[in-house]
């Protein structure tokens, strides 16, 4: 059973159906221990998700009815696409695998999204934050629910979270600030072990990614082989400030994917952090402004309120 108040219903679908389009009242949906096995949208606003776990498992490479691959953004276990949805001791999990590529845990193209002490989890490109970039490489890339929905630049934040995978397995074009989270990379057996962050950032939003006392770990002895980010597109923007990163983080840090215009577009920062190996970062990382300590601050902030 399914938890709003004082009423039961006997699936999480059910109790989503209950709340108004429109809803403007905070509503507390608790899962009290529930597992979900299902594709699930959470397309309703001011509302908060506690206490369970959502599973499933798609892949990017199945082929579907309509001929098509499934994609990446088809194959997320949970979809928010509301303003004001707050997950709480929750587990979402794409447990397809790594081979079967992309797999998206948690897809989010609502604005003022909330987490706290949620583990989200998959291999390849865990959490996508919206909005998606502008144009596709190929056509059909996009092919998903948020396709053709208008690029709105969204705000997540991640507080005592974990979140884990291996290649871009945080990427997109919004602003996430993960405050106190785990960023673990899981294990490929490769010589290049994964990426971090993919942000496809737009060149007129100043903020991507925005890594706070956040602690960067590996599954096991994965020294030298991981970088913290390459941009998806050009733009992308990634801030690193008083975490620890651990020896499986590359040297260089970060890629430029093979576009060496990034190495003036990109925004690629870190302040403050502890590195269980020595530094020897790419050069064209720029340098951390007092503007952007003042954001970040700001955002901490915030979010004791």
């Known amino acids: 059973m399914i938890r709003i108040a004082d009423r039961e219903y006997l699936n999480l679908q059910e109790a989503l159906d209950s709340i108004p389009e429109d809803n403007k009242e905070t509503k507390v949906i608790d899962l009290v221990g529930n597992v979900i096995n299902d594709q699930i949208e959470i397309n309703k606003p001011n509302i908060i998700i506690r206490n369970g776990i959502f599973d ?15 994609g990446t953004f088809r194959t997320y276990t949970v979809y928010v696409s509301a303003d004001n949805v707050t997950f709480e001791d929750l ?3 794409n447990s397809n695998g790594y ?39 190929e056509k059909g890339g996009f092919r998903g629910p948020m396709e053709k929905k208008e690029r709105i630049y969204r705000h997540a934040y991640f ?5 884990e995978g291996s290649i871009d397995f945080i990427f997109g074009g919004g602003m996430g600030y993960f405050h106190n989270c785990e960023i673990r990379s899981l294990n490929i057996h490769r010589q290049i072990n994964g990426y971090v962050c993919a942000p496809c950032t737009y060149e007129d939003h100043k903020y991507g990614f925005i890594f706070d006392e956040c602690d960067f770990t590996s599954e096991n002895d994965m020294e030298d082989s991981v970088y913290l980010a390459r941009p998806w597109r050009d733009y992308g923007k990634c801030l690193i400030v008083n975490s620890h990163i651990g020896s499986h983080i590359r040297k260089q840090g970060y890629h430029d994917w093979d576009k060496p215009q990034a190495h003036e577009r990109s925004v690629f920062k870190e302040y403050n952090n502890k590195c269980e190996t020595p530094a020897e970062r790419v050069d064209w990382i720029k340098e951390i402004t007092d503007e952007d300590l003042e954001y970040i601050n700001s955002l901490k902030q915030e979010e004791k309120r």
């Open 159 to 163: 507080e005592d979270c974990t979140i």
């Open 56 to 70: 499933y498992g798609l892949g990017a490479y199945e082929i579907l009815d309509d001929g098509y691959k499934r």
């Open 99 to 137: 081979s079967s590529g992309q797999a998206i845990a948690l897809m989010i193209d609502g604005d003022n999204f909330k987490a706290r002490n949620t583990l989200i989890s998959s291999y390849q490109d865990t959490l996508f934050l919206g909005p998606l970039p502008e144009t596709e490489y």
């Open 91 to 93: 587990s979402v999990l």
